[in-house]
């Protein structure tokens, strides 16, 4: 069973820089793709960022494309998001999920605990 610890998490102003990391233990990380989801209070768990295995294909949620970057270390079984140019409106809990190259929360089963991500203005 894989298991994920992301960190990286804090506070910063708007206009700045995060870069969060999910390990993850496990065979199951072996050929699977990683993604990021966010969720904000009140609002449902939705999907940041994707790589496939060894990274040929991308996907990028259409809110942050162009300022965060989805990058993997598979020797290091780590998945990272950098996250440029933040705006208040990217506060949420970031989650990574280890699964299937997919943009639906559903199709995941393996989950970190998350960390939190506050963008004051």
């Known amino acids: 069973q894989v298991q994920l610890v992301e960190s990286g998490g804090g506070l910063v102003q708007s206009g700045g820089s995060l870069r969060l990391s999910c390990a993850a233990s496990?065979?199951?990380?072996?050929?699977?793709?990683m993604a990021w989801f966010r969720q904000a209070p009140g609002k449902e768990r939705e999907f940041v960022a994707a790589?496939?295995?060894?990274?040929?294909?991308?996907q990028y949620a259409d809110s942050v494309k162009g300022r965060f970057t989805i990058s993997r270390d598979n020797a290091k079984n780590t998945v990272y998001l950098q996250m440029n140019s933040l705006r208040p409106e990217d506060t949420a809990v970031y989650y990574c999920?280890?699964?299937?190259?997919?943009?639906?929360?559903?199709?995941?089963?393996?989950w970190g605990q998350g960390t939190q991500v506050t963008v004051s203005s």
């Open positions: 496990g065979r199951a990380f072996i050929r699977s793709a």
């Open positions: 790589s496939s295995w060894e990274g040929g294909i991308i």
């Open positions: 999920a280890a699964g299937p190259l997919s943009s639906q929360p559903n199709d995941f089963s393996a």
